[in-house]
């Protein structure tokens, strides 16, 4: 059964907090794992894990993991 409502996207770039309990998310590899994980834990449903191309500070290519979860 697909999901029916996107929840929040998670980025290995960027910080952010979690979208039922406020708990705060550090950016970096470390903490995107552990924010996937708290967001398991909270019974949403992993739609997608992959790569976004975002441009960096001095506009070269800059690569991200990212996933996106709902309910």
């Given at each position: 059964?697909?999901?029916?409502?996107?929840?929040?996207?998670?980025?290995?770039?960027?910080?952010?907090?979690?979208?039922?309990?406020?708990?705060?998310?550090?950016?970096?590899?470390?903490?995107?794992e552990?924010?996937?994980?708290?967001?398991?834990?909270?019974?949403?449903?992993?739609?997608?894990?992959?790569?976004?191309?975002?441009?960096?500070?001095h506009?070269?290519?800059?690569?991200t993991?990212?996933?996106?979860?709902?309910?």
């Amino acid at each position: 059964m697909p999901a029916s409502e996107v929840i929040v996207k998670v980025s290995s770039n960027i910080g952010s907090n979690c979208a039922i309990c406020n708990n705060e998310f550090l950016d970096g590899t470390e903490d995107f794992e552990k924010a996937c994980n708290h967001l398991l834990s909270h019974g949403l449903k992993c739609l997608h894990v992959g790569q976004e191309t975002i441009s960096g500070e001095h506009g070269e290519p800059w690569h991200t993991t990212v996933a996106v979860f709902g309910k």
